[in-house]
């Protein structure tokens, strides 16, 4: 018998929400606000554990930042190589190949531009990138 992993299987997730390996600023933003609404008024946060916290902010801001930068210099890197990734079109998963012209950044993460055999251009997830050729 073979189990999956609930969370892998369709209809289990909450749609548009981040892996549980993902901890973004705004995810600890809002656990700060709510510890601070939440504790004890009797006996508050000390200066110390909240300057703490907010090291801690900066923290996960820069790494965020920083792997920002990392996904931008790698797509850039792969301009004029031709990648191979999957994307999902109409519902259906492809396997697509073609010379990277440029990147671009979305809401949804760094984007190569892509130009197929038959001419069309389209942008592909850097993280569905499988393989890149010279």
Do not use: C, H, Y
């Not at 992993?5 to 390996?21: E, I, L, R, S, Y």
């Not at 990648?83 to 979305?106: F, M, P, Q, Y």
């Amino acid at each position: 018998m073979n189990v999956t992993d609930v969370t892998t299987m369709t209809g289990f997730q909450t749609p548009g929400a981040k892996a549980k390996n993902e901890f973004d600023m705004q995810t600890f933003l809002r656990l700060l606000t709510v510890q601070l609404a939440t504790q004890n008024p009797l006996e508050p946060m000390s200066d110390r554990d909240f300057f703490a916290q907010l090291a801690q902010l900066g923290q996960v801001d820069g790494i965020t930042k920083l792997q920002e930068s990392q996904s931008l210099t790698t797509a850039t890197s792969m301009i004029g190589k031709v990648a191979t990734g999957d994307r999902t079109k109409n519902g259906l998963s492809e396997t697509i190949s073609g010379v990277v012209e440029g990147v671009v950044v979305r809401t949804e993460g760094t984007m190569v531009a892509v130009r197929l055999s038959n001419g069309e251009r389209v942008e592909l997830n850097l993280n569905s990138v499988k393989e890149v050729t010279s």
